[in-house]
């Protein structure tokens, strides 16, 4: 059965492209920065476990750098509600970090 989750976004392109997704406590990022090399986003998020602290106000550009990597999903319409804005399946987030 699906699980969803609401979610914080910053950057969007068809999909939301860093997230922050809290659970029990612990907050998730996943992020999908723009790749110069390939001139696209990439087709998964990479996930992490953000350290304790407030998020900035303004660009998350570069908050997963000192963050836990946890493992990564694919980036797809499953994943999100049907804005793509609110949220989130994180029974698919928790399986993706399980299965690594």
Known sequence: MAEWAAFEYREFYDYPRIAVVERDGIRYLLDCPFDYAADDYPEEYQIC?????????GS??????????LGSI??????FDETRR???????VRAA????
Do not use: M, N
Request: proline residues 8%.
């Open 74 to 79: 694919g980036v797809s319409p499953r994943l």
């Open 86 to 92: 609110a949220l989130i399946r994180w029974d698919l």
């Open 60 to 69: 998350w550009i570069g908050l997963g750098a000192e963050a836990e990597p």
């Open 49 to 57: 476990r953000l350290k304790d602290g407030r998020l900035p106000a």
């Open 97 to 100: 970090i399980q299965g690594q």
